[in-house]
């Protein structure tokens, strides 16, 4: 007769909120990307210079760009046809114009680097959904960060829990749940996670109704459970993105075990 689970760890987050970034980081994404401004331009200098610019403006950006629009236009609509086409003229008729733009919009001090300091403040504020749940390593780790950790057998995450996160470990810690799987099923791990808790805040930021919210969740808690099931076969893994009843915020939630 088979022996009761032995607890390798488990693991419940924290109600996750929004995060900001310290300022400095802020202020060096906005100074990077200004600094990409030579090195995008160079990278469309082939479609700039000439002789041959013009040529490699209609295949790879004018004609690749309506041969996917055609695909995207119902077939059976009235001149179809005549739409798709409309497109492809424009496009293929838009060389003078657009080379001319981009290449105002990358001159130092104009519109990319102008835009780029509008944006910072979009930056700084969509930012934090996703900080709330992977943090900033240099100072903060977030709980998905440490879950994922915790799955494939590393003890860091141990020095980083906080008191009001719920963190036990049995006999069989430390323990990778996934080492027959490999390393893809991590990162996916992660990327589940972190949209199910970015879609999240984002519902409570936009007091959208709770009933899209566990919409949300379920249906993250749905792919998680097809990933969890890439464990080792010797063992049980449990991953959700679960609701705090009292704040409605994301909660990451993990157990795993031997059997």
């Given at each position: 007769?088979?022996?009761?689970?032995?607890?390798i760890?488990e693991?419940?987050?924290?109600?996750?909120?929004?995060?900001?970034?310290?300022?400095?980081?802020?202020?060096?994404?906005?100074?990077?990307?200004?600094?990409?401004?030579?090195?995008?331009?160079?990278?469309?200098?082939?479609?700039?210079?000439?002789?041959?610019?013009?040529?490699?403006?209609?295949?790879?950006?004018?004609?690749?760009?309506?041969?996917?629009?055609?695909?995207?236009?119902?077939?059976?609509?009235?001149?179809?046809?005549i739409?798709?086409?409309?497109?492809?003229?424009?496009?293929?008729?838009?060389?003078?114009a657009?080379?001319?733009?981009?290449?105002?919009?990358?001159?130092?001090?104009?519109?990319?680097?102008?835009?780029?300091?509008?944006?910072?403040s979009?930056?700084?504020?969509?930012?934090?959904?996703?900080?709330?749940?992977?943090?900033?390593?240099?100072?903060?780790?977030g709980?998905?960060?440490?879950?994922?950790?915790?799955?494939?057998?590393?003890?860091?995450?141990?020095r980083?829990?906080?008191?009001?996160?719920?963190?036990n470990?049995?006999?069989?810690?430390?323990?990778?749940v996934?080492?027959?799987?490999?390393?893809?099923?991590?990162?996916?791990?992660?990327s589940?996670?972190?949209?199910?808790?970015?879609?999240?805040?984002?519902?409570?930021?936009?007091?959208?109704?709770?009933?899209?919210?566990?919409s949300?969740?379920?249906?993250?808690?749905?792919?998680?459970?097809?990933l969890?099931?890439?464990?080792?076969?010797?063992?049980?893994?449990?991953?959700?993105?679960q609701?705090?009843?009292?704040?409605?915020?994301?909660?990451?939630?993990?157990?795993a075990e031997?059997?």
């Amino acid at each position: 007769m088979a022996g009761s689970p032995v607890l390798i760890f488990e693991y419940r987050s924290a109600p996750i909120s929004e995060t900001a970034l310290p300022a400095r980081i802020v202020d060096e994404w906005e100074s990077t990307l200004k600094l990409a401004r030579t090195r995008i331009l160079a990278s469309l200098d082939r479609f700039l210079a000439e002789p041959g610019g013009r040529d490699a403006f209609l295949n790879q950006i004018a004609d690749a760009s309506s041969d996917a629009y055609e695909m995207f236009v119902n077939p059976t609509y009235p001149l179809a046809d005549i739409i798709k086409l409309k497109q492809r003229i424009k496009l293929a008729g838009a060389y003078d114009a657009w080379k001319s733009g981009v290449t105002y919009a990358f001159q130092s001090g104009s519109t990319f680097e102008l835009n780029v300091t509008a944006k910072k403040s979009k930056f700084d504020n969509n930012v934090r959904l996703t900080i709330g749940g992977v943090g900033f390593k240099p100072e903060t780790w977030g709980s998905v960060s440490k879950l994922s950790l915790l799955l494939v057998g590393d003890i860091r995450p141990v020095r980083y829990m906080t008191a009001d996160e719920t963190f036990n470990t049995g006999e069989a810690f430390p323990r990778n749940v996934f080492s027959e799987a490999g390393k893809g099923i991590v990162p996916a791990i992660i990327s589940t996670y972190v949209h199910g808790v970015v879609m999240v805040l984002w519902t409570l930021r936009g007091g959208v109704d709770s009933g899209i919210r566990d919409s949300i969740a379920s249906a993250v808690n749905s792919r998680l459970a097809k990933l969890a099931s890439a464990r080792d076969p010797d063992t049980n893994v449990t991953l959700e993105l679960q609701i705090d009843t009292d704040t409605g915020k994301p909660v990451v939630y993990g157990r795993a075990e031997k059997i």
